[in-house]
């Protein structure tokens, strides 16, 4: 208690802009706990960069902690860059209340280090960033998001020199840096003797990654033919509201419709609850839009635009909304058939995807000879991959269950302009064949097996919550199950066994039956949760997900 007030103290009495002194004058007064949730430790700064609520204090996203995680980023780049090179940083920034403010701090202390500074002129996507690091020559990358979170909530990703986001050691040495910030006096955040250049990247870098991404396309003969099928598409309110009908529009579709009122940019996303295109309720007003003007595919992407949500009618003419893995195993499958149609996959290419993501990716490859990695939770890890083969392979496409996809190596995180250019190609491939949308996935199915996926988060707060969290795996590593809805399991991976799985130590369990059933078991590491995911197949998949629920949970 002592401390945090020390520290509310040291704010109030150093050199803080008055707004920010006022706002805590407010919250003592008025919201004591509210105060020391602010104040009780520092936001913290993680492999992945900062995410929290925005406001005043040491536990929140203001200009301030931006601040003071720049510095250490500037601290860790200049140490290990020569001092007669031309270092520079790519930055871009979403639709958010305050991430515009917190881009320019960003620049603005980049600068004062004396690094030479790009800096997008408005909204742009996640994979735009990751794109123009790479375009631009550059050692870092800052993109000001807080992906699908809440309107409370900003954050702070950082990129390096590969376009992907930061992976070990370069996240824990970075990580190391800005913790020995401890104090906005240690920020440059004015220019000084050593200041960068600030150039403003607009335009110019749109037409070169539409370009360049539009250049994957594998069947614009078919895209051409059925350039009338009708398409609704929403940005939630972010980032892609320009790039992805730009990119529809120039693959030769005439009809893409928007939802007007998602199209506005605004942090406060006042059209939906969650800016999340996995939630359904965040699709309900692109579905309306599909009724009403016939359309075939409703598209929605998240606020960063990195990733996207899908509802396509089924064979009743009703609007179904196709989650992650699904739309991932449709596109996989599209791309490998184009791929081998086009006499591309000559032994050297491959396809990437999350442990958690669908085994169907995996079957699908193994039919047209294509090598899988898995790699853990997270699209850093597929960028890894696609960074260390580089020389000896071609990365063709890759996934996440959580609505993440990318296809190409021009951008090294996932993108959802790429993804919903592709969704749209393969809708009119999938007509060529006199197919739609939901039946290639029907007609995936009976190729590969009926495949069925579940989600289900286990909340467990304070340290008792902790605690049990711990004991279940525990629990599961000394006793491990059998056999899972009758078949026996076959084969257990545990990701703290980085000698056996050949990944990062990760606190993971994975268990695959006879059948063809996994469930995959995984702690939060930044939340009182533990994620179970489960995968069935055969005919009685959807069933057999309530068994396998029964039995973890």
């Known amino acids: 208690m002592a401390n945090y007030l020390d520290t509310v103290q040291s704010w109030l009495s150093g050199d803080f802009d008055p707004e920010t002194k006022g706002k805590i004058i407010e919250l003592r007064n008025n919201d004591p706990a509210g105060l020391e949730d602010a104040f009780y430790r520092n936001l913290e700064f993680g492999t992945g960069g900062l995410r929290g609520l925005m406001g005043v204090g040491t536990n929140r996203m203001n200009r301030y902690t931006v601040g003071m995680a720049t510095q250490g980023l500037a601290n860790y780049i200049l140490a290990h860059t020569s001092q007669d090179e031309d270092v520079k940083v790519c930055i871009s920034f979403d639709s958010r209340n305050q991430s515009k403010e917190f881009a320019k701090i960003t620049a603005d202390v980049l600068s004062a280090n004396g690094i030479h500074v790009y800096i997008f002129d408005n909204i742009r996507p996640t994979p735009e960033l990751s794109y123009a690091i790479r375009l631009k020559g550059a050692t870092a990358g800052v993109m000001v998001t807080a992906s699908h979170n809440p309107k409370e909530y900003n954050g702070y990703k950082v990129f390096w020199s590969d376009g992907g986001q930061i992976t070990s050691p370069v996240d824990k040495d970075i990580v190391a840096e800005v913790a020995k910030i401890t104090d906005p006096s240690q920020v440059k955040f004015e220019a000084g003797l050593r200041c960068g250049a600030v150039d403003v990247m607009g335009a110019d870098v749109d037409e070169c990654y539409l370009r360049d991404i539009l250049s994957l396309t594998l069947s614009p003969e078919a895209c051409a033919k059925h350039s009338d099928i009708k398409f609704v598409y929403t940005p939630l309110h972010g980032c892609g509201v320009r790039l992805v009908p730009a990119a529809l529009r120039k693959l030769g579709f005439t009809q893409v419709f928007n939802v007007p009122e998602q199209d506005v940019s605004d942090g406060n996303f006042p059209t939906v609850v969650s800016p999340n295109p996995e939630e359904p309720a965040a699709l309900e007003m692109a579905i309306q839009k599909a009724d009403k003007v016939g359309a075939d595919i409703v598209m929605a992407t998240d606020p960063d635009a990195d990733r996207m949500g899908i509802a396509v009618r089924d064979n009743d003419g009703k609007m179904v909304l196709l989650n992650g893995n699904q739309t991932a195993s449709v596109l996989t499958y599209y ?3 184009r791929w081998k149609e086009l006499g591309k996959l000559d032994g050297s290419k491959y396809v990437v995807k999350t442990i958690v993501t669908t085994e ?43 609505y993440g996809y990318n296809v190409g190596q021009f951008v090294r995180d996932k993108d959802a302009q790429i993804a919903c250019a592709m969704t749209a190609e393969c809708a009119a491939w999938a007509a060529e064949q006199g197919l739609t949308f939901y039946q290639l996935l029907q007609k995936v199915y009976a190729e590969f097996g009926y495949r069925k996926e579940g989600l289900v988060s286990v909340v467990r707060k304070g340290k008792t919550g902790a605690e049990e969290i711990q004991a279940m795996m525990a629990g599961l590593r000394s006793n491990p199950p059998a056999e899972m809805c009758g078949s026996p399991v076959c084969k257990v991976v545990d990701y703290l066994e980085p000698e056996k799985t050949g990944q990062p130590s990760s606190n993971v369990l994975q268990f695959f039956d006879e059948a063809g059933d996994v469930v995959s078991i995984r702690p939060s590491g930044t939340e009182p949760k533990i994620k179970f995911y489960f995968g069935a197949k055969g005919a009685d998949a959807d069933e057999k997900i309530e068994r396998l629920k029964a039995q973890f949970i």
């Open 335 to 337: 791309i490998l058939t």
């Open 360 to 402: 169907l990716i995996t079957e699908i490859c193994a039919s047209f000879g294509v090598p899988v990695y898995n790699v853990l939770t997270g699209f850093k890890y597929i960028a890894e991959i696609v960074k260390k083969n580089e020389a000896t392979g071609e990365f063709i496409c890759g996934g996440e269950e959580s």
